[in-house]
């Protein structure tokens, strides 16, 4: 029996993609030969990465202004890439500090350049985002944050992203656990990247969306592989792209328009509803976050009693769920539900909290 897949990433993918992955897999667009086996130069692989491309801005509704790659080396390799392409030596970026990726993110920017960290929520292990900003004596080259964070199940509201986009004439959000979870205003943002594992395909593609006019200012010399110019003139093929995860991500491109962005997005908050009241409303399930910052796609909660943490697991693991132990970091629990989880999932998993709770009264 297919199980239900909590994971945090790699995650679900919808059944339709994982039928057309089998279906390239023995015979790619009628070449007569597996998409394992072309040459990224095929004109059939060009079409996907073109198109993959245009999709993302389509869905995203960006103009020309922006471009869009397929790169390599995770979102991991754009928390160096983006201050190597961004930030002078005696430049200083801003940076939010709402958990372990945003943390990663501003160490790395600390080689290139000037670092200040306008907020942090690191003191109550980023249980909240914060809302006090410092953005010390100069106005920041640009500002960094994580607009969901994975680990932590927070998740910064449009609301609050409007706000401190006047703060800087540069926002760049790390989006890798929310790409295309919600129908918002993505113009707000000068780049956009996320490794694809979590809602828009499988590992080995990182989907970096740049404003074209942010780049070009830093003085020093940029490696051919990780300069952005560079990887636009080669429409995202300077090297060998990674073909198979470039293709996955187009399928799921076309399964997230077929749905609709907006669609998606209200699915997305009723499953969070759901599964928020039912922790709401248990005596040995808690919610470990502040309710505004609450992410609609990990949702993260202890117990009360920690020693029935590993209960918990089995219960819910018997019934087809995996993947809902929390981080080490933060222990208890999280449900990851990207934009491939049907309600159905969720109702699963509710129903076993809710059995697993009766067999505690
Ligand atoms: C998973 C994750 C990363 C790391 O992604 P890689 O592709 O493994 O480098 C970075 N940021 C966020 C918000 C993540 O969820």
């Not at 080396?73 to 930030?87: D, E, H, K, R, V």
């Not at 699915?267 to 470990?288: H, P």
């Amino acid at each position: 029996m297919k199980k239900i897949n909590f994971y945090s990433g790699p995650s679900i993918l919808p059944q339709e993609i994982l039928d057309g992955c089998k279906a390239a897999i023995d015979d790619f667009a009628g070449m007569g030969l597996s998409i394992l086996e072309i040459s990224h130069r095929a004109k059939p692989f060009v079409d996907v990465m073109d198109g993959a491309r245009a999709l993302v801005k389509e869905l995203m509704g960006l103009g020309d202004d922006y471009e869009v790659l397929y790169l390599q080396g995770g979102a991991s390799t754009q928390f160096y890439m983006i201050p190597y392409n961004l930030l002078d030596t005696n430049d200083t970026a801003g940076y939010i500090d709402t958990g372990t990726w945003a943390h990663g993110a501003l160490n790395e920017a600390k080689l290139f350049g000037n670092v200040h960290v306008i907020a942090t929520s690191q003191l109550t292990n980023y249980d909240h985002i914060p809302k006090q900003w410092d953005m010390g004596d100069r106005r920041p080259h640009y500002i960094h944050i994580t607009t969901n964070n994975t680990i932590y199940g927070t998740q910064w509201t449009n609301h609050d992203i409007k706000i401190l986009r006047e703060e800087t004439d540069i926002l760049i959000g790390d989006m890798s656990s929310e790409i295309f979870s919600r129908d918002f205003d993505y113009s707000l943002f000068d780049v956009i990247y996320a490794g694809a594992q979590k809602n828009m395909g499988v590992a080995g593609a990182t989907v970096v969306i740049i404003k074209k006019s942010i780049l070009g200012k830093v003085h020093r010399e940029i490696p051919k592989m990780i300069d952005y110019r560079v990887q636009i003139e080669n429409g995202s093929m300077k090297n060998t792209p990674s073909v198979f995860a470039v293709y996955v991500s187009y399928l799921t491109l076309q399964w997230i328009k077929k749905q609709g962005l907006q669609n998606m997005y209200s699915a997305n908050i009723i499953r969070a509803q759901k599964l928020y009241e039912a922790i709401d409303g248990s005596k040995i399930f808690v919610g470990n976050v502040a309710k505004g910052d609450r992410s609609m796609m990990n949702v993260c909660f202890t117990m009360k009693d920690k020693n029935l943490d590993p209960q918990f697991s089995a219960f819910a693991k018997e019934r087809g769920i995996v993947g809902i132990e929390g981080h080490r970091s933060v222990g208890g629990f999280r449900a990851s539900m990207y934009n491939a989880m049907p309600e159905s999932g969720v109702d699963v998993l509710i129903q076993a909290m809710k059995d697993f709770e009766a067999t505690k009264n």
